[in-house]
């Protein structure tokens, strides 16, 4: 097991989501960020994993159809999208990522 996550990017939008005020399409659950994010680095969506702790990441990962770990932290919240994987942590997403 790596003990570094082999992170190549973080990208953040700062506009707010579907119908409340100005978007451009890129926040989450829109995949706008990850689409670009694959465009730049040449990822291949399919065989990648979307890893969120809110509806909106796995969301998110599913329009290009990645493969979407949940990390489980308990909100009350309800998912949309059906999860490959449900976890309690970072450590065991990445233990499924690189194993």
Not at 24 to 34: A, D, V
Not at 76 to 82: I, P, T
């Amino acid at each position: 097991m790596p003990k570094e996550l082999p992170i190549n990017q973080v990208k953040t939008c700062f506009h707010a989501g579907a119908g409340r005020g100005e978007s451009c399409g890129r926040p989450k659950p829109r995949p706008g960020m990850l689409l670009s994010a694959a465009a730049e680095l040449g990822i291949d969506l399919p065989p990648s994993f979307m890893n969120g702790d809110r509806w909106r990441d796995i969301d998110c990962g599913a329009v290009p159809v990645c493969k979407a770990i949940f990390i489980d932290r308990h909100y009350h919240e309800a998912l949309k999208e059906q999860l490959d994987y449900r976890v309690r942590n970072l450590l065991e997403a990445a233990k499924l990522i690189e194993p």
